[in-house]
């Protein structure tokens, strides 16, 4: 079945505490993006990679890391989490040679709380 | 300035009527996708349905239908016939060319509440 997979779930951490959230996707899709969605404010871009080892910052990019070392993988890596980082957290992916018109899956979300 | 701008932020239709989530776009671009996205309560990202600029004919997928008016920048997302299972947060997004279409610019949301 194809899929965008992010782990986890939910997570409450404590701040300062370094945390990363996983995402794979099994499509062969060149295209990998992070978003964050906070209420009244959609979703809105962390970083995006549109190919392995190329990333590239998004919209609130602060205080986020990735890496695209294969493929299927794009994990966003929080080095020292804050409360503002409290969000529900999306990974999505899709194909690059379609253009405008390629369509991005998203995984099920993470929602994370930092106390 | 907003690249998507949804101007409801709730929407309140009875079910088996038809209701129209307005989204205007901002772009430079000649070439961009417009789409919508349903989120139901459990949170997942929903495809419902793409309009390319270039695209004579207005998008259909089933109920959903997309009203775009090029000239205006509006893609206004159509369900006819409404379900109860058609409560959830709408959001209109866009691809355009600058970051070689890898970033969907999403617009704040319309809640939908679909009633008996």
């Known amino acids: 079945e194809a899929q965008v997979t992010q782990n986890p779930r939910y997570l409450i951490t404590v701040t300062g505490k370094k945390l990363t959230v996983t995402c794979s996707q099994n499509?062969?899709?060149?295209?990998m993006s992070w978003y964050r969605q906070d209420p009244g404010l959609g979703l809105r871009q962390i970083y995006y990679?549109?190919?392995?080892?190329?990333?590239d910052k998004g919209d609130v990019p602060e205080g986020y890391k990735v890496s695209r070392k294969e493929k299927r993988n794009f994990p966003l890596i929080l080095e020292s989490p804050s409360p503002n980082q409290t969000s529900l957290y999306f990974c999505?992916?899709?194909?690059?040679?379609?253009?405008?018109?390629?369509?991005?899956?998203f995984g099920q979300g993470t929602r994370l709380t930092v106390v | 300035a907003q690249k998507i701008t949804q101007t409801q932020p709730g929407m309140f239709v009875q079910e088996k009527e038809a209701v129209t989530l307005d989204c205007t776009y901002d772009?430079?671009?000649?070439?961009?996708?417009l789409f919508w996205y349903k989120q139901p309560s459990s949170g997942e990202m929903i495809f419902l349905i793409y309009?390319?600029?270039?695209?004579?004919q207005n998008a259909t997928e089933g109920r959903y239908s997309l009203n775009f008016q090029k000239a205006r920048k509006s893609a206004n997302l159509v369900i006819s016939a409404s379900q109860l299972g058609d409560s959830a947060m709408y959001f209109c997004?866009?691809?355009?060319?600058?970051?070689?279409?890898?970033?969907?610019?999403f617009g704040k949301g319309t809640m939908l509440l679909v009633s008996p």
């Open positions: 997004a866009m691809r355009e060319p600058f970051s070689g279409y890898s970033t969907l610019t």
């Open positions: 309009q390319g600029s270039y695209d004579e």
């Open positions: 772009t430079s671009d000649q070439s961009y996708g």
């Open positions: 999505a992916s899709s194909f690059s040679r379609q253009g405008a018109s390629t369509e991005a899956f």
């Open positions: 499509m062969n899709h060149e295209y």
């Open positions: 990679s549109m190919n392995v080892e190329v990333t």
